[in-house]
Each structure stands twice: as structure tokens, then as C-alpha cells.
């Protein structure tokens, strides 16, 4: 099971992208209309509700105090009531009787009791407060609780970064919440509106004075007269909904129509949805909205929703010329469309056109298409009624709005729909992603032949609403039609009788094939026109064989959630667009030959998955269990299974309770557990409260020791992870143990002789170690220590050059002494050769010494730029086969502005610092044939070296991976870059930029690595974005592994077909291509106006992607920080992220 999981880097990512909404759709908002209720599209992770992740994320922090530290911020951060800060508050209870929280404390409280309270206060960033008990509180109590919880706290905000409040306007408490960050609100009421409410009117007329950065309001309760006023005194609004019946607001029709026209002098108020604001049933149409009287103007106004009477939309839509309105959302409170009435004896209803005209829908749109409505992409009209109909030639006046993405007309049907008609739609409306239009099908409808239309000209279409004729007989080119990759959401309206089975199967065959990201088919509505109870309905048979091989738990959920006439997906209101917590970004340090999606994943979200599962069934946890006992991050989960055995936070250290000595039979868990554990984690997290002197031995895990014979604690034991400060350490040496990390939490200031006393039992405790990193102080024995290690193979040092026991002398005859060791393959001395006072040791002087490491294959070391030769020249006869150097200064030729005139010197005319050519030339020597990977970092993105320089490499040709970082090269052509292909048919990795003044590859060098490097993963190389004088682009082969592709400069303007054309080229010559990047900001920037090339060209290719992903992938791969590290390998798979986990 463990070796099938393969879990890399647990400690990578504790939680990595965890998304929850904030708030489902409250019950206590009774919306008429819900906005979000008919989704442009729908993913599988909406079948997981808020609610469930929060759940799990609760579960898992219980499981571990490292999932707990990570998890307590989003936890915190989101909660939906105060009972969880009121219960931090000493001697605070709730009354159920009375619906209130009291403090049962004969004295006032302090502030030392309220510093749990304001700790946690201050995490919470979204809050939810409602009264469930309403009914049963006293009118106008005030509890007393919170005014002594003020004054501890001088009268500061109870939750100072509340970002987003919901609260009841019966609560007493809500003015104790308001603070100047909170950014939205959201008052409801969740009475029956029938009794007075003067709470949420008391509410609002605060908020000009304590909340006046306020950006959403969310008003569901009985306002004031005055309460319009303080609303219009919130400059900063953005987004403002009123949602209450008509009877709550405060003025006459005259009232709400003036402020109507007030609310213009909102400067940022962006959507408005006014809801029952202009409805009046006793004046259909308000003199205020007659010709003539009025014209409204929103300065920044992007979306209406309102409900109204038939004729408002068009009296509101004449009054708003002018304005930039990118969304309208009319809502009917009476049928809004023409009735067809049966005039006919023999029951053929007359059409529309011939009945009487009630409402001009065709009026309506006319003025929706006209040149003030350009900037419109979303429409939404609903009638109300599903046997409402209008005319196919209405729409025509909105097919001139060509930026149009969501239409949607809810259940209205629409007659006179053809496949010529959505022909003109899709081909009018390229970004459409949303297309609700029914028909009336008894007068015809579109065939399947329409689909065509949308896949050639929507390709990012991503529902579809649209009554079909359910025959595929006459699309013979049905096989030609190009898939639509992104539509998620197919549904009809009217479910036509009986069709044949061998029909059913050509149609589910068809729909599979051009709709492959489609999740859910459904049908919206019982039929109009039901057939005989007896005869199966068409979609309904052909929805069925698209969902019988999906999962059935999956299928109920998805059908649950379509059910006819209840198609509700919304989040509801939202109070913080979503709660995201990345515990840490990659230790970018290493550059990776190629990337997969399964990097995405992080392993803790794969181990939090597998407890997951553990805990729901019994045979799954029988399967788990070994892979989670395998590796554990703390002693604790061991130490839990014996009786007594408690953990003392104060001094940090574990003892036992128990009166009498522990007893074998006292251990039997905790030993059958600690057989199953091979890798562990053991830190102090608190170090700083150790009582001193330090190394104190907690007399627990000698006991335990004792009963187990002097055995090791952990028998089997492969990995282990230690902090230096830990005194316990010693009981977990064992000689199965082959890996090491020895760290220090601390800031290095004091000393430390813990990682000193460890390092010295390894000889006698763990002679079998093969792998040892340390990143603690040192003492001079040590090193001897280290050196009888004879099975080590993997040595890393990692700590500044201080923390070195010994002198430069010293240093350098560890590093000759390291000779000895036979085994070793791998040697990271980090700064074990830098010495700032004197750069180059006589010990590096040529013909003082040359070193003969027998087996080594990996070498990583930092130092100043002289020093890369010098090792090198010191290392002949060597098999190394990997060479990393990290320059602590300019290890490359600078080209330098000599003239005065702005054009750079050549780096070949500049004086020489170190010359790279040299140190090229010694590895491509004779004793570096078996050399596959060089990385050289030279920390300076303006380095430049020749191309010329290169050449000794290409003797080499087994290279696979060369990396020279962010250092540029002046003279690689196409030429060369054929060279280098054809020189190196194993290349898996190339990252060689280019100084691109001087000129660069064009894009034809991919047809050298296509045609001589198939296994290429990763391309880093500056190219020129231009292919016009390229033809023979569509012969190159695919080069099938290449996941990564990035540019260092980005130059300036480039056409727009030519941004097509290489996209397409790059498509089709990297099929396997996840993420082309930019790894920076261009060194010469153009002008701010002026798009940068291939920065247009990547976003062309990744914009069918999906978009959550592509939003990891750049959070990943941002400019400057690519960082992708591995970390510290801990076996198994297992890689911990020193850096970002220990804060060294």
C-alpha cells in the first residue's frame, strides 16, 4: 500500500488551495428570485459543499497539532455564531430560556480575562450572528456580557479585521461588531415582517460613522426614512441589494422613485439590485418614469436587477441611455410576453403574431441592442410563466451586441427558432458562455445539427439550454463536428415521446462526443404536452445511457440538485469571494526537468484524503493504517497509547502520571504501533520555554525504554527528522535507520551541544546510516564522527559559514578528508569553501592537492566565481555525474556601457572577470565525459557569457540536464542551438537564456529538439515570437514529454494573427505542455502601453484551460521565484521543506 501511494513532499503543503465559501444561501433571506440558481457551468467539487469541507477540515485539525496550527486560521477565520469567542470568556454561559449570554461572576471581568476572547477575535475574519431564539428575547434587552467585554477592552471593536458580517437585526450585540475594515454586510430578518422592527433601522443609521469604508450592503429588513439618507452617505459602496417585500419600504411610490434617482450620486457603486424598489400595483407606470421627466445616470454602474410590472424594463431601459451597463436582470412580476389564445374550434392556437399584442418584447430588445447597450455581455429576463412565448425576430436587434456571454431567458419559449437562427446567434456572439433560450416546440424547433454552429464559433460555451428535436437522421457529418471541450451543463425544456432504442444510442453517442467536459443532462420541467403514460420520453431515455456508467452516488446528488423547476446551485450571499489558506509556497531553489498535474496535488492532501476514507469504513482503514502510522510528524500519537503519560507545556517535555513504575503490559499499544512507523518528525515547538540549564531527560522515555529491554523505541525506523533541542532523541537511534536530518529552530546566537552529542553516538548507534543532513552547530569532533560513517552515500551541509567549528585550513582538510568515505555519492558542502578573507585557499592552489572521491557522482557547493575553476581543476579523474555551483557573487563577464551612448559593450570587448570559457572547457575534458547535469547559478539576471563558451560541453553526450539559471548568452542562433540537439539526444532539461539585444533563436529551433532531444521535459530558452518566416512549422514532430516551456526577456508589440499562429504552432509542437511561463520582467521593458509578446501568446494558449488550475500553476511559476524544490528527501517519497516548516 505504501509503496503504491507514493506520497511526495507530506510536509510540502499542509493545506494547499482549500476553497470554502463562506456562507451557503442563508435560510433566513426568502428570496423570490435567486440570481445564482442557473450557473454558466458546474464542477464536481460544487457537489462538496462549504459546510463538508469546514467539516473535514475540523476533523483533520483534531488528528494532529500540526494539521491544527495550519487548519485554526481558515477555521477561525469563518465562523457562524459568538459562541465560539464567548466561551472563551471565563464564566460566560448561554440561556436557552431567555436567548442571551450572562456572566456568572460575582466580580466585573478584568482583562486578563478577555485575552483568550481577543487572541482568537482577531483571526476571525467573516462571522455569522442570528437569534434562533428570537421569539423569546425581551424587547430592547441589552446583555451585560458585552458591555464588560467592551470596556476591557478600552472600547475597541470585539472583532477588529472582520472583513464580512451577517447578522439578524434582533440581535442586541451587532453595534459591538462594527468595525472601519468590515467591507461587507448583510442584514436580515428573519420574523415574519408583520411586528415593528427598529433594530435593523438602528443598525444602518450607524454605519456612516462606524463603518464608512463599507463596500456591500445587504438590506433584508423594515428601513427608516431616514435610513435612505445614510445609505446615500456611503461613498465607498460598490455593490447594494435590497431584498424585502414592497410593504417594508419606509416612503411612498414618489419616495422610492427619488431615490431611485439619489442613488446615482453613489461614486462606486457598481451593482444594484433594487428589487420591489419601483413596483406599485395601484400606478402601473410612475410618473417618474414617463418620457421626458427623468434620465438616470450611474457613473460606474455595471449591473441592475429589478423587479417590475411588464411595461417598467422598457420605460427603465429608455431612461438609462447613456450608461456602460455590462449585466440587466429583469424579473416580471406578471407575464412579460405574448399569449398565443386558443381561438380555433379544432384547438390550434393562433400564433403569436396574429394574437393581440400585450407586451412588445420585440420593443424592448430594440433598445437593449441599441449603441448605449454595446457594452452589454449579460441579459437575464424572467417571465415568470413557462408558457409564456415571444417571437425569434425579437432577438434580432441583440445579435449587434457582440460582446454578449450570458442570455438568459429562464423559461419563456420563443417561436420561430431555427438552425439558420442559432447559426446568426453563434456566429454573433463568439464569447458566449451561457445560452438559455426554449422553444415552443409544437411550432418546431432546432436540430442536433445546431450544435455545429456553437462548436465552430462559441469555444467557450459552457451551458446550453436549448429545446432540440431529439433525431439525428439527418446530420450526416455529426462525426466532423468539433467537440465544445468546456460545456458542462446540456438541458431541454419541453421532453418530446417516444423515439427508437437505436435512436437513443446514436444521440448519447453523439452528445459524448461533442460535449466531453459535460457533468450533468437534465430536463428543466415536466413536458408541456405530455405523451400517454406508457410511452417513455425522448431526452429523458437519452439522459439516462449518458449517465448509466457514471457513479450513482454522484447522479443522485447531480439530480437532487436539477430537479425540475428547483435548479439551484447559488452560493448564496457572498461574504469574502472565498476562503483560501496556502500554508506555504515551494522552496524555489530547484528548477525541475518537468512538471505534472499530479504536482497539484500536494501529499498532505492525499494523506488527509486517506484518513479521510479511514475513518468511513473498516476495510479501508485496515488498508490505511499502515501508510498513516508509516509516517507520523510528532512522538505524540506514540506516546498517547501509553497509560499516564501526559504532556507538560510549560517546560515542554513528556512525563508520567502514574504513581507506580510502567509495567511491559503497559506498552502493548504503544509497540504494536511503533513497528509500523518508518518515518518520523520530531520538533520542540516549545524551545524558548525549556527551563535552563538546558537537557533535561524526561523520565518518561527512559521507563519506557526499560520495559522494552533497552530495545530501540521505534524498531524499524528508516527516516528520522530531528531538532537538536529534543532530549529524547537518542532513544529513537536504531540501526535500521538510513536517513538523518539533524536542524536547528533556533537563531543560531546560542550555542547549542545537543546536535553535537547526537552526531557523536552515530558511530556506535547508527553505523548503517546512508544518509545524513545537518544544519546545526558543529563541534571539531564532530567532524572525525562523521568521517567513521563508512556507509554513507548522501552528506548535505546546510548552515552559514559560522557555524564551522574549525578555520579555513581546517574546512578544507575536512573537505580532502572526505575522500575516505567509500560510498559516498552525493556531497552538498553549501559554504564549506567560502571564506570571504582570503577568496581562494592555498588548498585550492593547483598542484597542492587533487582530490579523488571514489564514488561520487553529486557535487553542490557555494563560493565566489574563481572558485568553480579551481574545484574543478582539483576533481580530474573523478565519475561525477552532476555538478551544482551556487556563486555568492557574479560568477559570469559583465557588459558594460563604455561608449555614453546607451548601446551595451559586447561581453567579449568587456574586461574579463572569470572566464566562463575556461571553466567549460575543464569540464568538457576527457574526466568529465560521464558528467548529465550542470546547473550554475550566477544570481544576476544581467550576467551575460558567450556562446562560444558552450562549446567544450558538447563533447558531452550524455547530458540531460543543463541549467545556467537567469544568466543570459550573447550569440545563440539557430545554428547553435541544432548543434547542441544533435550533440546532446538525451537532453531532458535546457535552461539557457538569451541576452536578446544581441539577438536570439527564432522559432524554428524547436525543430531541432523535436527531431534530436525526444525526450525533452523542459525548455527555457528566449526565442524570437515571430513565425512568418517560418513555413515549414506544421512538419516538425511533437515533442511528447515537454511539460514546460519559458521565456526570460519579453519583448514588446506583436499582431494579433501572428499571436494565433504561434499558439497554434506551440499547441501542436508541445501537446503535453502544462504551464509556458515568463520567469521574469523583461530587462529592457518597452513602454507600459505597448502588450509584451509572448506574455499575449501564453495567455492565448492557456485560455481554454481550466481556471482555478492555471491560477495554482502562476502562483507556482510567478516571476522571479520558480520554485519547485525537493526539499530534503526523506525517503519513500516523503520530502520536508525545511526552509518555510523550521524557519532556519
Same mark, same amino acid.
Given at each position: 500500500?505504501?509503496?503504491?501511494?507514493?506520497?511526495?513532499?507530506?510536509?510540502?503543503?499542509?493545506? $494547499?488551495?482549500?476553497?470554502?465559501?463562506?456562507l451557503?444561501?442563508?435560510?433566513?433571506?426568502?428570496?423570490k428570485?435567486?440570481?445564482?440558481?442557473?450557473?454558466?457551468?458546474?464542477?464536481?467539487? *460544487?457537489?462538496?459543499?462549504?459546510k463538508?469541507?469546514m467539516? @473535514?477540515?475540523?476533523?483533520?485539525?483534531?488528528t @494532529?497539532?500540526?494539521?491544527s496550527?495550519?487548519?485554526?486560521?481558515?477555521?477561525?477565520?469563518?465562523?457562524?455564531?459568538?459562541?465560539?469567542?464567548?466561551?472563551?470568556?471565563?464564566?460566560?454561559?448561554?440561556?436557552?430560556?431567555?436567548?442571551?449570554?450572562?456572566?456568572?461572576?460575582?466580580?466585573?471581568?478584568?482583562?486578563?480575562?478577555?485575552?483568550w476572547?481577543?487572541?482568537?477575535?482577531?483571526?476571525?475574519k467573516?462571522?455569522?450572528?442570528?437569534?434562533?431564539?428570537?421569539?423569546?428575547?425581551?424587547?430592547?434587552?441589552?446583555?451585560?456580557?458585552?458591555?464588560?467585554?467592551?470596556?476591557?477592552?478600552?472600547?475597541?471593536?470585539?472583532?477588529?479585521?472582520?472583513?464580512?458580517?451577517?447578522?439578524?437585526?434582533? %440581535?442586541d450585540?451587532?453595534?459591538?461588531?462594527?468595525?472601519?475594515?468590515?467591507?461587507?454586510?448583510?442584514?436580515?430578518?428573519?420574523?415574519?415582517?408583520?411586528?415593528?422592527?427598529?433594530?435593523?433601522? @438602528?443598525?444602518?443609521?450607524?454605519?456612516?460613522?462606524?463603518?464608512?469604508l463599507?463596500?456591500?450592503?445587504?438590506?433584508?429588513?423594515?428601513?427608516?426614512?431616514?435610513?435612505?439618507?445614510?445609505?446615500?452617505?456611503?461613498?465607498?459602496l460598490?455593490?447594494l441589494?435590497?431584498?424585502f417585500?414592497?410593504?417594508?419600504?419606509?416612503?411612498?411610490?414618489?419616495?422610492?422613485?427619488?431615490?431611485?434617482?439619489?442613488?446615482?450620486?453613489?461614486?462606486?457603486?457598481?451593482?444594484?439590485?433594487?428589487?420591489?424598489?419601483?413596483?406599485?400595483?395601484?400606478?402601473?407606470?410612475?410618473p417618474?418614469?414617463?418620457?421626458?421627466?427623468?434620465?438616470?445616470?450611474?457613473?460606474?454602474?455595471?449591473?441592475?436587477?429589478?423587479?417590475?410590472?411588464?411595461?417598467?424594463?422598457?420605460?427603465?431601459?429608455?431612461?438609462?441611455?447613456?450608461?456602460?451597463?455590462?449585466?440587466i436582470?429583469?424579473?416580471?412580476?406578471r407575464?412579460?410576453?405574448?399569449?398565443?389564445?386558443?381561438?380555433?374550434?379544432?384547438?390550434?392556437?393562433?400564433?403569436?403574431?396574429?394574437?393581440?399584442?400585450?407586451?412588445s418584447?420585440?420593443k424592448?430588445?430594440?433598445?437593449?441592442?441599441?449603441?448605449?447597450?454595446?457594452?452589454?455581455?449579460?441579459?437575464?429576463?424572467?417571465?415568470?410563466?413557462?408558457?409564456?412565448?415571444?417571437?425569434?425576430?425579437?432577438?434580432?436587434?441583440?445579435?449587434?451586441?457582440?460582446g454578449?456571454?450570458?442570455?438568459?431567458?429562464?423559461?419563456?419559449?420563443?417561436?420561430?427558432?431555427?438552425?439558420?437562427?442559432?447559426?446568426?446567434?453563434?456566429?454573433?456572439?463568439?464569447?458566449l458562455?451561457?445560452?438559455?433560450?426554449?422553444?415552443?416546440?409544437?411550432?418546431?424547433?432546432?436540430?442536433?445539427?445546431?450544435?455545429?454552429a456553437?462548436?465552430?464559433?462559441?469555444?467557450?460555451?459552457?451551458?446550453?439550454?436549448l429545446?432540440?428535436?431529439p433525431?439525428?437522421?439527418?446530420?450526416?457529418?455529426?462525426k466532423?463536428?468539433?467537440?465544445l471541450?468546456?460545456?458542462?451543463?446540456?438541458?431541454?425544456?419541453?421532453?418530446?415521446?417516444?423515439?427508437?432504442?437505436?435512436?437513443?444510442?446514436?444521440?448519447?453517442?453523439?452528445?459524448?462526443?461533442?460535449?466531453?467536459?459535460?457533468?450533468?443532462?437534465?430536463?428543466?420541467?415536466?413536458?408541456?404536452?405530455?405523451?400517454k403514460?406508457?410511452?417513455?420520453r425522448a431526452?429523458?431515455?437519452v439522459?439516462?445511457?449518458?449517465?448509466?456508467?457514471?457513479?450513482?452516488?454522484?447522479?443522485?446528488?447531480?439530480?437532487?440538485?436539477f430537479?425540475?423547476?428547483?435548479?439551484?446551485?447559488?452560493?448564496?450571499?457572498?461574504?469574502?469571494g472565498?476562503?483560501?489558506?496556502?500554508?506555504?509556497k515551494?522552496?524555489?531553489?530547484w528548477?525541475?526537468?518537468?512538471?505534472?498535474?499530479?504536482d497539484l496535488?500536494?501529499s498532505?492532501?492525499?494523506?488527509?484524503?486517506?484518513?479521510?476514507?479511514?475513518?468511513?469504513?473498516?476495510?479501508l482503514?485496515?488498508?490505511?493504517?499502515?501508510?498513516?502510522?508509516?509516517?507520523?510528524?510528532?512522538?505524540?500519537?506514540?506516546?498517547?497509547?501509553?497509560?499516564g503519560?501526559?504532556y507538560?507545556?510549560?517546560?515542554?517535555v513528556?512525563f508520567?502520571?502514574?504513581?507506580?513504575?510502567?509495567?511491559k503490559?503497559?506498552?502493548?499499544?504503544?509497540?504494536?504501533?511503533?513497528?509500523?512507523v518508518?518515518?518520523?518528525?520530531?520538533t520542540?515547538?516549545?524551545r524558548?520555554?525549556?527551563?535552563?540549564?538546558?537537557?533535561?531527560?524526561?523520565?518518561?522515555?527512559?521507563?519506557?525504554?526499560?520495559?522494552?529491554? @533497552?530495545?530501540?523505541?521505534?524498531?524499524?525506523?528508516?527516516s528520522?527528522?530531528?531538532?537538536e533541542?529534543?532530549?529524547?532523541?537518542?532513544?529513537?537511534?536504531?540501526?535500521?535507520?538510513r536517513?538523518?536530518?539533524?536542524?536547528?529552530?533556533?537563531?543560531?546566537?546560542?550555542?547549542?551541544?545537543?546536535?553535537?552529542?547526537?552526531?557523536?553516538?552515530?558511530?556506535?548507534?547508527?553505523?548503517?546510516?546512508?544518509?545524513l543532513?545537518?544544519? %546545526?552547530?558543529?563541534?571539531?569532533?564532530?567532524?572525525?564522527?562523521?568521517?567513521?560513517?563508512?556507509?554513507?552515500?548522501?552528506?548535505?551541509?546546510?548552515?552559514?559559514?559560522?557555524f564551522w567549528?574549525?578555520?579555513?585550513?581546517g574546512?578544507?582538510?575536512?573537505?580532502?578528508?572526505?575522500?575516505?568515505?567509500?560510498?559516498?555519492?552525493?556531497?552538498?558542502?553549501?559554504?564549506?569553501?567560502?571564506?570571504?578573507?582570503?577568496?581562494?585557499?592555498?588548498?585550492?592552489?593547483?598542484?597542492l592537492?587533487?582530490y579523488?572521491?571514489?564514488?561520487?557522482?553529486?557535487l553542490?557547493?557555494?563560493?565566489?566565481?574563481?572558485y568553480?575553476?579551481?574545484?574543478?581543476?582539483?576533481?580530474?579523474?573523478?565519475?561525477?555525474?552532476?555538478?551544482v555551483?551556487?556563486s555568492? *557573487?557574479?560568477?559570469?563577464?559583465?557588459?558594460?556601457?563604455? *561608449?555614453?551612448?546607451?548601446?551595451?559593450?559586447?561581453?567579449?570587448?568587456?574586461?574579463?572577470?572569470?572566464?566562463?570559457?575556461?571553466?567549460?572547457?575543464?569540464?568538457?575534458?576527457?574526466h568529465?565525459?560521464?558528467l548529465?547535469?550542470?546547473?550554475?547559478?550566477?544570481?544576476?539576471?544581467?550576467?551575460?557569457?558567450?556562446?562560444?563558451?558552450?562549446e567544450?560541453?558538447?563533447?558531452?553526450?550524455?547530458?540531460?540536464n543543463?541549467?545556467?539559471?537567469?544568466?543570459?548568452?550573447?550569440?545563440?542562433?539557430?545554428?547553435?542551438?541544432?548543434?547542441?540537439a544533435?550533440?546532446?539526444?538525451?537532453?531532458?532539461?535546457?535552461?539557457?537564456f538569451?541576452?536578446?539585444?544581441?539577438?536570439?533563436?527564432?522559432?524554428?529551433?524547436?525543430?531541432?529538439?523535436?527531431?534530436?532531444?525526444?525526450?525533452?521535459?523542459?525548455?527555457?530558452?528566449?526565442?524570437?515570437?515571430?513565425?512568418?518566416?517560418?513555413?515549414?512549422?506544421?512538419?516538425?514532430?511533437?515533442?511528447?514529454?515537454?511539460?514546460?516551456?519559458?521565456?526570460?526577456?519579453?519583448?514588446?508589440?506583436?499582431?494579433?494573427?501572428?499571436?494565433?499562429?504561434?499558439?497554434?504552432?506551440?499547441?501542436?509542437?508541445?501537446?503535453?505542455?502544462?504551464?509556458?511561463?515568463?520567469?521574469?520582467?523583461?530587462?529592457?521593458?518597452?513602454?507600459?502601453?505597448?502588450?509584451?509578446?509572448w506574455?499575449?501568446?501564453?495567455?492565448?494558449?492557456? $485560455?481554454?484551460?481550466?481556471?482555478?488550475?492555471?491560477?495554482?500553476?502562476?502562483?507556482?511559476?510567478?516571476?522571479?521565484?520558480?520554485?519547485?524544490?525537493?526539499?530534503?528527501d526523506?525517503?519513500?517519497?516523503?520530502?520536508?521543506?525545511?526552509?518555510?516548516?523550521?524557519?532556519?
Amino acid at each position: 500500500m505504501e509503496t503504491a501511494l507514493r506520497l511526495p513532499d507530506v510536509l510540502d503543503l499542509i493545506v $494547499q488551495n482549500f476553497r470554502v465559501r463562506p456562507l451557503d444561501r442563508p435560510t433566513l433571506v426568502a428570496k423570490k428570485h435567486d440570481y445564482s440558481r442557473h450557473p454558466v457551468h458546474f464542477s464536481r467539487d *460544487d457537489l462538496v459543499s462549504s459546510k463538508e469541507k469546514m467539516h @473535514n477540515l475540523y476533523r483533520l485539525a483534531l488528528t @494532529n497539532r500540526a494539521f491544527s496550527q495550519a487548519a485554526l486560521p481558515v477555521l477561525w477565520s469563518f465562523i457562524q455564531s459568538m459562541e465560539p469567542l464567548l466561551k472563551l470568556v471565563p464564566g460566560t454561559v448561554y440561556s436557552p430560556a431567555t436567548g442571551i449570554w450572562f456572566s456568572t461572576r460575582l466580580r466585573p471581568l478584568c482583562e486578563e480575562d478577555v485575552r483568550w476572547f481577543e487572541a482568537a477575535a482577531r483571526k476571525v475574519k467573516h462571522l455569522i450572528v442570528t437569534d434562533r431564539r428570537r421569539k423569546t428575547v425581551p424587547s430592547g434587552f441589552q446583555p451585560r456580557v458585552f458591555s464588560e467585554i467592551s470596556r476591557c477592552l478600552g472600547n475597541r471593536p470585539f472583532v477588529p479585521f472582520l472583513r464580512s458580517l451577517l447578522v439578524d437585526e434582533s %440581535c442586541d450585540y451587532a453595534s459591538f461588531l462594527f468595525t472601519d475594515t468590515l467591507k461587507k454586510l448583510v442584514i436580515v430578518c428573519k420574523g415574519d415582517g408583520v411586528g415593528p422592527e427598529s433594530q435593523g433601522q @438602528n443598525l444602518i443609521a450607524l454605519l456612516p460613522a462606524r463603518v464608512p469604508l463599507l463596500e456591500e450592503l445587504f438590506v433584508a429588513c423594515r428601513l427608516s426614512p431616514s435610513n435612505l439618507q445614510d445609505i446615500l452617505k456611503l461613498e465607498h459602496l460598490r455593490k447594494l441589494t435590497f431584498d424585502f417585500r414592497k410593504y417594508f419600504w419606509p416612503v411612498d411610490e414618489a419616495g422610492r422613485y427619488q431615490f431611485f434617482k439619489d442613488l446615482e450620486r453613489l461614486p462606486k457603486l457598481r451593482e444594484l439590485d433594487v428589487g420591489s424598489m419601483l413596483l406599485d400595483y395601484r400606478n402601473r407606470i410612475s410618473p417618474l418614469l414617463e418620457p421626458g421627466l427623468v434620465t438616470y445616470h450611474f457613473q460606474a454602474l455595471e449591473r441592475l436587477v429589478f423587479d417590475g410590472l411588464p411595461d417598467y424594463l422598457i420605460k427603465i431601459l429608455l431612461r438609462l441611455r447613456g450608461t456602460g451597463l455590462k449585466s440587466i436582470v429583469f424579473w416580471s412580476e406578471r407575464d412579460a410576453w405574448d399569449h398565443g389564445e386558443d381561438e380555433e374550434e379544432d384547438g390550434v392556437p393562433i400564433l403569436p403574431e396574429e394574437a393581440e399584442e400585450k407586451f412588445s418584447v420585440g420593443k424592448a430588445l430594440s433598445i437593449v441592442g441599441e449603441q448605449h447597450f454595446k457594452t452589454l455581455t449579460t441579459l437575464e429576463i424572467d417571465a415568470s410563466d413557462n408558457t409564456a412565448t415571444f417571437r425569434a425576430l425579437d432577438l434580432e436587434p441583440l445579435l449587434r451586441i457582440a460582446g454578449m456571454q450570458n442570455l438568459d431567458f429562464h423559461s419563456a419559449r420563443n417561436t420561430g427558432i431555427d438552425d439558420e437562427f442559432v447559426l446568426k446567434m453563434a456566429s454573433s456572439w463568439p464569447q458566449l458562455e451561457l445560452l438559455r433560450l426554449f422553444s415552443d416546440t409544437r411550432f418546431g424547433c432546432p436540430t442536433l445539427a445546431s450544435v455545429q454552429a456553437f462548436a465552430r464559433h462559441c469555444p467557450n460555451l459552457r451551458r446550453l439550454s436549448l429545446d432540440m428535436d431529439p433525431k439525428i437522421v439527418q446530420l450526416d457529418e455529426c462525426k466532423t463536428i468539433p467537440p465544445l471541450q468546456h460545456l458542462t451543463l446540456f438541458s431541454v425544456l419541453d421532453d418530446p415521446g417516444l423515439i427508437q432504442d437505436d435512436e437513443v444510442t446514436a444521440i448519447a453517442r453523439f452528445l459524448s462526443g461533442c460535449f466531453p467536459a459535460l457533468i450533468f443532462p437534465f430536463v428543466e420541467r415536466s413536458t408541456a404536452y405530455p405523451p400517454k403514460p406508457s410511452g417513455p420520453r425522448a431526452w429523458t431515455t437519452v439522459f439516462k445511457r449518458l449517465l448509466q456508467d457514471r457513479d450513482a452516488r454522484e447522479v443522485k446528488k447531480l439530480t437532487g440538485i436539477f430537479r425540475p423547476g428547483t435548479i439551484q446551485i447559488g452560493s448564496g450571499i457572498d461574504l469574502g469571494g472565498g476562503l483560501v489558506l496556502i500554508a506555504n509556497k515551494h522552496d524555489y531553489s530547484w528548477h525541475p526537468a518537468h512538471f505534472s498535474r499530479d504536482d497539484l496535488v500536494s501529499s498532505k492532501e492525499k494523506m488527509q484524503t486517506l484518513y479521510r476514507l479511514a475513518l468511513t469504513n473498516r476495510a479501508l482503514s485496515q488498508a490505511a493504517l499502515p501508510v498513516l502510522w508509516s509516517f507520523i510528524q510528532s512522538i505524540e500519537p506514540l506516546l498517547k497509547l501509553v497509560p499516564g503519560t501526559v504532556y507538560c507545556p510549560a517546560y515542554g517535555v513528556w512525563f508520567s502520571t502514574q504513581r507506580r513504575p510502567l509495567r511491559k503490559e503497559d506498552l502493548q499499544w504503544f509497540e504494536a504501533a511503533a513497528r509500523k512507523v518508518k518515518y518520523l518528525i520530531v520538533t520542540k515547538t516549545q524551545r524558548k520555554s525549556l527551563p535552563s540549564p538546558s537537557g533535561i531527560q524526561p523520565r518518561v522515555f527512559s521507563e519506557i525504554s526499560r520495559c522494552l529491554g @533497552n530495545r530501540p523505541i521505534v524498531p524499524f525506523l528508516r527516516s528520522l527528522l530531528v531538532d537538536e533541542s529534543c532530549d529524547y532523541v537518542s532513544f529513537l537511534f536504531t540501526d535500521t535507520l538510513r536517513k538523518l536530518v539533524i536542524v536547528c529552530t533556533g537563531d543560531g546566537a546560542e550555542p547549542e551541544g545537543r546536535g553535537q552529542n547526537l552526531i557523536a553516538l552515530l558511530p556506535v548507534r547508527v553505523p548503517l546510516l546512508e544518509e545524513l543532513f545537518v544544519a %546545526c552547530r558543529l563541534s571539531p569532533s564532530n567532524l572525525q564522527d562523521i568521517l567513521k560513517l563508512e556507509h554513507l552515500r548522501k552528506l548535505t551541509f546546510d548552515f552559514d559559514e559560522c557555524f564551522w567549528p574549525v578555520d579555513e585550513a581546517g574546512r578544507y582538510q575536512f573537505f580532502k578528508d572526505l575522500e575516505r568515505l567509500p560510498k559516498l555519492r552525493e556531497l552538498d558542502v553549501g559554504s564549506m569553501l567560502l571564506d570571504y578573507r582570503n577568496r581562494i585557499s592555498p588548498l585550492l592552489e593547483p598542484g597542492l592537492v587533487t582530490y579523488h572521491f571514489q564514488a561520487l557522482e553529486r557535487l553542490v557547493f557555494d563560493g565566489l566565481p574563481d572558485y568553480l575553476m579551481k574545484i574543478l581543476l582539483r576533481l580530474r579523474g573523478t565519475g561525477l555525474k552532476s555538478i551544482v555551483y551556487w556563486s555568492k *557573487d557574479n560568477a559570469w563577464d559583465y557588459c558594460e556601457d563604455n *561608449d555614453g551612448d546607451g548601446v551595451p559593450v559586447l561581453p567579449e570587448e568587456a574586461e574579463e572577470k572569470f572566464s566562463v570559457g575556461k571553466a567549460l572547457s575543464i569540464i568538457g575534458e576527457q574526466h568529465f565525459k560521464t558528467l548529465t547535469t550542470l546547473e550554475i547559478d550566477a544570481f544576476d539576471n544581467t550576467a551575460t557569457f558567450r556562446a562560444l563558451d558552450l562549446e567544450p560541453l558538447l563533447r558531452i553526450p550524455g547530458m540531460q540536464n543543463l541549467d545556467f539559471h537567469s544568466a543570459r548568452n550573447a550569440g545563440i542562433d539557430d545554428e547553435f542551438v541544432l548543434k547542441m540537439a544533435s550533440s546532446w539526444p538525451q537532453l531532458e532539461l535546457l535552461r539557457l537564456f538569451s541576452d536578446t539585444r544581441f539577438g536570439c533563436p527564432t522559432l524554428a529551433s524547436v525543430q531541432a529538439f523535436a527531431r534530436h532531444c525526444p525526450n525533452l521535459r523542459r525548455l527555457s530558452l528566449d526565442m524570437d515570437p515571430k513565425i512568418g518566416e517560418f513555413d515549414d512549422c506544421e512538419t516538425i514532430p511533437p515533442l511528447q514529454h515537454l511539460t514546460l516551456f519559458s521565456v526570460l526577456d519579453d519583448p514588446g508589440r506583436i499582431q494579433d494573427e501572428e499571436v494565433a499562429a504561434i499558439a497554434r504552432f506551440l499547441s501542436g509542437c508541445f501537446p503535453a505542455l502544462i504551464f509556458p511561463f515568463v520567469e521574469r520582467s523583461t530587462a529592457y521593458r518597452p513602454k507600459p502601453s505597448a502588450p509584451r509578446a509572448w506574455t499575449t501568446v501564453f495567455k492565448r494558449l492557456l $485560455q481554454d484551460r481550466d481556471a482555478g488550475e492555471v491560477k495554482k500553476l502562476t502562483g507556482i511559476f510567478r516571476p522571479n521565484t520558480i520554485q519547485i524544490g525537493s526539499g530534503i528527501d526523506l525517503g519513500g517519497g516523503l520530502v520536508l521543506n525545511l526552509i518555510l516548516e523550521f524557519d532556519i
